[in-house]
């Protein structure tokens, strides 16, 4: 009996202390709750930001609307340091299924770079995506010159190779194109002629060069304007197609030619090079019917036929260099090629990226 007398004595005490002024002790409790309660939403933040929306890549076919939005304002709700870390990450990507041909109004699905722990709510539920068939042309090269020769010289002429680029882009943009310049060439330290490597310059927003021609060859003639008597051989003679078909665009092997030639008496280089005539037969045909080079597509041999002028009778051409070139006939295609998929509406041939961490082609 004294032992459970004992418990029982201690179990009063203990609840005697308990009760004792309970009342404060509740008041206490519910305070201490309000202050962590109040604790714990100060950790609580929400932040209105602008996320990135992901495209998937075009095939070479299709390209995006210029005025595709490249950011969407999102509200991110949760605890401070959670959407400080997260914010850095967040993205929207378009789900490859839902584009098409067109105006396409896309829901905003998923968010990559988020957590279950943070809330993302899209200020608009929609992405307005546009996506267009895209077009090629073919337009020539060229540059602009700038600067002046040293005395007694002039530029006669200049080629370049290959001397066509090809563009992708929309229609409305191409109808502006009509050559494509490889950047400016000074003159002022040119002494001779020579040949330098370009690279074309950056093309205009919405175009793309296609092609993968990294270096463009520039030759420039350079010319003294007069000159002495005796045996000389003259170069940078430009050479130009006799008799070609319109429908078909002949590449020459050699762009220009030179001649060996002998004069008795002094003349002046300038009349030289606008009185002599350098061409070659190109006299292969196109067949509407077949759409096919007559008589074949293979490269053929043609002889150099040089001309001169009146004014030129007091020099003897003696030969020229080289005395055939190759002509390689390609069909002229139309100023643009509309690249689309034949069958398929859905875009089965589109490239879209594995994994949303790759790098996205923006519109």
Known sequence: MSFLSKISSGLKFILKIIFHNWIAKVLSFVVAAIFYLN?????????????????????????????????????????????????????????????????????????????????????????????????????????????????????TSYSIKPNMITLSGTKEILDTISKYSLGKVNLGNTKESSIQSLRPLEPPKGITIIGGIRDYQLRINILRVSSGTGEQIFGGIPLRCEGKNDNLIAILSQDEVSIKFNSSTPFNNIEIFQGIKATVPCNYSYDFRTKKIIPNNLPVSGKVRVTKSNNLKSIEILSVIPEKVTIQYRIKQKDYDENRLQDDPAFDDIIWPDSPKEDPRYP
């Open 39 to 155: 604790l714990q939403a100060s950790k609580l933040t929400v932040k209105t930001i602008e996320v990135p929306i992901e495209y998937p890549r075009l095939s070479a076919s299709f390209i995006y609307g210029k005025n595709n939005p490249k950011t969407l304002k999102v509200k991110v709700e949760g605890f401070k340091d959670l959407v400080n870390y997260h914010s850095q990450f967040l993205k929207v990507t378009i789900d490859q299924n839902d584009l098409r041909v067109g105006e396409n109004i896309i829901e905003v699905k998923k968010f990559w770079g988020t957590s279950p722990r943070i809330k993302v709510v899209p200020e608009n539920e929609t992405i307005p995506v546009n996506v267009e068939h895209s077009f090629s042309k073919s337009v020539p090269v060229d540059v602009n010159f700038e600067g002046d020769l040293p005395p007694n010289l002039v530029k």
